[in-house]
């Protein structure tokens, strides 16, 4: 089972600065193989007549073009030379070019035994990938993975032979699908892919397919072509992954690039600069600090649906948001894409600067704003259980205190002054579109000051001496008298979190609660416990942000996720331990996609975390875009990763209302 879904928000480690970089190679025209493309100068916008194009601004120019080259401003070039193979569209997953995806219920997934003993790779009930040795803990059945339950754990004595499970998982690329120059794609291709991403040499992303990691590589016991279309995964003994039909490998040209090594294709131009897909579109010149052309591919396997629809596309470059929307402004681009495409959400800073003059030109009828809910979410953590090092009164020990503080928080304000009302205030760790979001299942915590003061008075919090802030009258653990002093510790280096921090302040000292700003930089931030504040679970308050993955992120507040001791590197800072919690919890990790216990045992999960707020959900931040009133077919998709999942059916007509 995945554990990981939901990291710490490559937001708050200021991955917005990636925008700026710029490669440092040679600036050259290249060529594809295949037929002969011309090279063109860079057309307006709106020229016409002759072949149309389709012009994209965005704030960063690639570093590489290399799938495993971890370069996130390539996400939108990549876009338009490959498609899919896996699209993520409103929490689901739909297939580009392959048949179908595998399911367990279809028989082209399934579980089968096998017999381990000492020396053998597995993964323990804590999902690691380890040798199997005399004390190793492991699920021998995938029915049963409750860790704290005994009839499911077994614990190898180091002599007998074992019966494990392992995951086997097959996919069915589609006939017809073709390498820009003709050659058909093959699963050889796939698996020479997941060659080069297992490759040590090789950097641990994936643009297409993120979140991706060498996670998936260490808990592949074989990944193999069964046929000229068939690829067949198998996990390692005990490892069940819920998001079994997502571990396709993107295929790569393995007759094109198969002579050079893992650790030179991040600059080769064959795969750094001149990348041969499937997709809609093949690369025909790339002038460096300037754009990238693409035009029309001939060979692509949805051209009998009249895709795509323009026959050029070309990609320009500015330095920074205000350059691209001067760019934009100036009709020098039909699209303009801000910030990264998978988190999409912009600094406060930025958004005052450019988001006036963005509704001013929608108004105008001059541009238009395409929005949609990033799966970015800022909260606010309550410090419940600090380690023992760490004195300071049980604040939020009492569950009505932490409802008082959601009651006493005005999120809305939040999203009013940060995303210019274009956000949503956050209930819980899922959006309200999600599919297994409930509205009747969720307890929601409206602002009500009031409310918010009477619950921290039924705990014993009043301001008897009149000074402003509640004192402990009675309160469980508090000396009486203590005053309700609370630090609010957030990265110094994020404005975004400052101004938040302060808002909360205001809104928190009207209900009688002091809050002291502690902004703390980055990297202290950030630092392994048990020094680092947050990790090392030292702190009152802590705010920063989450970023959701594919699966719903109930793992965060788990009992054995609280970082200590034995492991300071585990997701819940909070120290929030409830039974009901994590047996629900740990039930919805271990059922599978699409079943009734997957989404029960999620529903129950969230309706506990709205109830007892380990931490408060605050706001969902946004993904921006802007277009000219001519582009068609351009939408945001809340879940897909990528501003152009579907570049091939956006185009250029009339004005739209």
């Known amino acids: 089972m995945k554990w990981t879904k939901a990291v710490l928000s490559l937001a708050l480690l200021g991955l917005w600065l990636l925008a700026s970089c710029t490669p440092t190679v040679v600036v050259q025209t290249v060529e594809v193989p295949g037929p002969p ?39 939108n070039v990549l876009e338009a030379i490959y498609d899919g193979p896996i699209d993520h569209l409103s929490y689901g997953f739909q297939p580009v070019i392959l048949e179908k995806l595998p399911r367990l219920e279809d028989g082209d997934a399934y579980f089968t035994p096998v017999n381990v003993q000492a020396g053998d790779r597995v993964v323990d009930i804590n999902g690691r990938p380890v040798t199997l040795e005399e004390g190793v803990r492991v699920f021998p059945n995938h029915t049963c993975m409750d860790p704290t339950n005994p009839d499911c754990v077994v614990t190898f004595d180091g002599e007998s032979v074992l019966e494990m499970e392992q995951m086997v998982v097959q996919w069915q690329l589609k006939e017809g699908v073709t390498w820009s120059d003709g050659e058909p794609v093959t699963a050889e291709d796939s698996v020479y892919s997941y060659q080069l991403a297992c490759d040590p040499e090789t950097p641990a992303s994936d643009l297409l397919n993120l979140p991706w990691s060498k996670e998936l590589c260490e808990r592949t016991a074989s990944y193999d072509a069964a046929g000229a279309l068939t690829v067949v995964w198998t996990g390692l003994p005990g490892y069940v992954d819920d998001l079994y039909a997502l571990n396709f490998f993107t295929p790569l040209p393995r007759h094109l690039w198969q002579g050079y090594a893992a650790d030179t294709l991040v600059i080769q131009p064959e795969s750094a600069r001149q990348p041969v897909g499937w997709g809609p579109f093949v690369l025909t010149e790339w002038v460096q600090g300037d754009h990238i ?40 681009c039909d699209i303009g894409l801000m910030g990264d495409g998978r988190l999409g959400n912009l600094l406060p800073s930025t958004l005052d600067e450019v988001m006036p003059i963005l509704i001013a030109a929608q108004e105008e009828g001059l541009l238009q704003l395409i929005v949609a809910r990033s799966d970015v979410w800022e909260h606010l953590a309550f410090g419940i259980l600090p380690v023992r090092d760490y004195r300071r009164p049980d604040f939020f020990a009492d569950v009505r205190v932490r409802q008082a503080f959601a009651q006493c928080i005005d999120r809305q304000t939040l999203v009013d002054e940060l995303t210019f009302g274009l956000g949503t205030v956050a209930d819980v ?19 009500d000051p009031q409310a918010g003061r009477a619950l921290l008075e039924e705990v014993g ?93 109930c793992a965060l507040y788990l009992s054995e996720q609280i970082p200590g001791p034995e492991d300071w590197g ?88």
Request: with cysteine.
């Open 37 to 75: 493309q011309v090279v063109t100068a860079t057309p307006s916008p709106t020229a016409t007549p002759g072949p149309t194009t389709l012009t994209i601004c965005q704030d960063g120019e690639p570093e590489t073009l290399y799938l495993y080259g971890g370069s996130e401003t390539a996400r």
């Open 293 to 332: 052309t693409l035009e029309r591919n001939p060979y692509y396997f949805r051209a009998d649906e009249g895709l795509p629809k323009v026959d050029r596309i070309v990609f320009r470059f500015a330095s920074d948001v205000n350059g691209l929307v001067a760019m934009m402004m100036a009709g020098e």
């Open 429 to 447: 760790y899922l959006p309200p579109d999600h599919p297994l979001y409930d509205e009747t299942r969720v307890t929601r915590w409206p602002y």
């Open 461 to 553: 919090w009043v301001d008897e001496d009149g000074d402003g802030i509640v004192e402990a009258h009675g309160v469980a653990g508090v000396r009486r008298k203590t005053p309700f002093e609370v630090e609010l510790m957030f990265p110094s280096d994020n404005p975004q979190q400052e101004v938040i921090a302060r808002i909360v302040r205001a809104n928190l000292a009207d209900c009688g609660i002091q809050v002291d700003l502690a902004p703390v930089p980055l990297q202290d931030f950030l630092a392994d416990g048990p020094q680092g504040p947050l990790l090392g679970r030292q702190f009152d308050l802590a705010l920063f942000n989450w970023f959701n993955e594919a699966e719903p992120p």
């Open 570 to 657: 585990r997701f819940n800072v909070t120290g929030f331990s409830d039974e009901a919690y994590d047996q629900a919890c740990r039930a919805a990790l271990a059922a599978m996609p699409g079943t009734e216990e997957y989404r029960e045992y999620h529903l129950q999960a969230l309706e506990i975390f709205s109830q007892q707020l380990p931490d408060l959900p605050l706001f969902w931040w946004v993904r921006v875009a802007v277009t000219r009133p001519e582009v068609t077919g351009f939408t945001i998709d809340p879940s897909e990763e990528s501003l152009l999942w579907n570049v091939e059916s956006i185009g250029l007509g009339e004005p739209q209302e």
